[in-house]
């Protein structure tokens, strides 16, 4: 059968590849089938140590065979296995993906709420270049490309149902293209600066280090450019390991990699990695009224935000035209909306004391 144009990865992409192995630029050899600009099957070069990689469906497979990668296509496959025995691998219910995250049930209720925020961090535009790291699916590459971005979706797994396989069934719906490339996340093989934004559901966690992986995706972005990851759990301060090691029996019992932090945690990794923290929350208090984080404190049983707080975070301009041009403008520079973030001081007390489902926002010096 012909491949269709979705199945492809952009040659525009080779310039920015790099050899996992020494990092050197990769050249196309052999490819066949080239359809214009895009190809779905051939050879990517490495000329300073002469390693190959190939393109396969579509799917650009840059990994070395080290014991880390051996150890991350157990994971792949853990994940699969996973699926299976769930009762979540094809059939009817893949059908689902196509709609995803924008599902009337329980998770997706909340994950689509995180991720209309990341949309509004985003603001996704015609010829945004984002990297996504650990696509899964690729139910957001699928989005965001959707929203005219230039997606590259990473991921260790080229599953047909859920690892990359799938990403390009969801893009090619949507009729729209996406590259992707099944390769480490930890060890991204692009070349340095290649991305305005880098987003991520879920990945962080799944990495080996949080330092790992955000120096890793710190490397591919353009100064000032931002990672964007929501759906990271944050956990209380006062989290027992063994509770830990209990609540996550089921999937390391699948050779699944967690790796779940605190605050603090996460802090320390994104400045060791280089990335400015702009914003570390749960994603229920973004843009949340400062009159609402009063009943939160209620219901989290914290202290509430302090009156000098609460007036420091109430909205200051007034509704009108002019006004809303100018939050247009200031945002399309990449500017949070004004009421993005609650109080700094509340919020650092609330996840240490009750943890949660991050939005982390940083951005690249
Ligand atoms: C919880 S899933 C999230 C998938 C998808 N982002 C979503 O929200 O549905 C975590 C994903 O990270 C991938 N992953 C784990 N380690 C990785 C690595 N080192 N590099 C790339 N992907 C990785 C896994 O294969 C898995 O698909
Ligand atoms: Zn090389």
Known sequence: M????SDHMRKSLIPILRCPRCGGKLVLKGSRRGWAGWISKGTLHCKQDGSNYMIRNGMAFLHDDSERWQTLSREAD???RLHRDRGMYGGPAAEIDFRL???????WIEIARAFDIALDIIQPRRGLRV?????GRGWAAAQLAKRGCNVTAVEINADMQIGLGRALALAKRAHVRIDPLVADSEKL????????????SAAIHHSSSFEAILSSIAQVLRPGGRLVAINEPCLPDNTKAEDLAAALAEETAYEINE????LNDYRQALRRSGLRELGLLPWQTYRLHPNCLVEWSEQLQIDPPSPQELVAAAPRWRHNLFNSYRAWRARRRGALHPQALPPATWQEAMLRACGGSLVIMAEKP
């Open 189 to 200: 093989p692009l070349a340095a600066g290649s991305y305005d934004i880098v987003f991520a």
């Open 259 to 262: 790796n779940h932090g605190t």
């Open 78 to 80: 853990g994940w699969v």
């Open 2 to 5: 012909r491949p269709t144009e």
């Open 131 to 135: 990297l996504e790291v650990g696509a």
């Open 101 to 107: 995250p924008y599902l009337n049930e329980a998770p």
